[in-house]
């Protein structure tokens, strides 16, 4: 019996160190990072994706269905390099972001998360980059890659796929809003899917 609890220690031991040593990989000389990209085409033209969505920077909450509420932080509400905004989630945490670089012709933004309260996020390594590709006048290539790590660093194993999840009903939530004008929520989301599959 001795034997069969120190093998089931043993087996925890490297269960656990294996979880922890393939938690990601190294991105701009951050260990431990994990990366999700997620794509959508949205039936709409660059500009308007882009004046409705990433120049709305503190509005998430508009499109987001994890997100219950939003807006700017600070002196500056307008979608320009520093500013900031709060994104509350349905589960109560909050990150801050701030945008870190914005190409207005690349119609390209990345954004950092630079503060979280009741958030696993390791702030020191988490950014997210928004793209915008024309694929003809009246579709667009909405991408989002989204690199980050958890504290403590095995999170980041049941994290992912949460996190993925979010980012692909953003996207379907884009294109409602996008499509209705309508605000997505939690509540209205499971219907608003149904229309986009």
């Known amino acids: 019996m001795k034997n069969i609890d120190s093998m089931k220690a043993i087996f925890g031991i490297l269960v656990v160190t294996l979880l922890v040593s393939c938690g990601g990989k190294k991105i701009n000389g951050q ?51 520093g500013a900031e905004r709060f994104m509350k989630d349905v589960d109560g945490g909050i990150i801050h972001e701030r945008i870190v670089e914005m190409d207005i012709a690349q119609k390209k933004m990345r954004f950092k998360i630079f503060e979280t309260e009741g958030v696993p996020i390791d702030t020191s390594a988490t950014f997210g980059t928004s793209s915008l590709t024309p694929l003809g006048p009246n579709k667009t290539l909405f991408k989002i890659k989204f690199q980050y790590r958890t504290s403590p660093k095995i999170l980041a194993v049941f994290a992912n796929g949460g996190i993925k999840k979010n980012l692909e009903n953003m996207t379907i939530g884009i294109e409602h809003y996008l499509t209705t004008n309508q605000a997505v929520t939690e509540e209205n989301f499971d219907e608003i899917a149904k229309l986009y599959d």
């Open 31 to 81: 260990k431990n990072v994990r990366e999700i990209i997620v794509e959508r085409e949205l039936p709409f033209p660059v500009e308007t994706v882009w004046n409705t969505i990433f120049m709305d920077f503190g509005d998430a909450h508009k499109f987001s269905p994890n997100t219950v509420s939003s807006g700017y932080l600070g002196d500056v509400n307008s979608a320009v390099v």
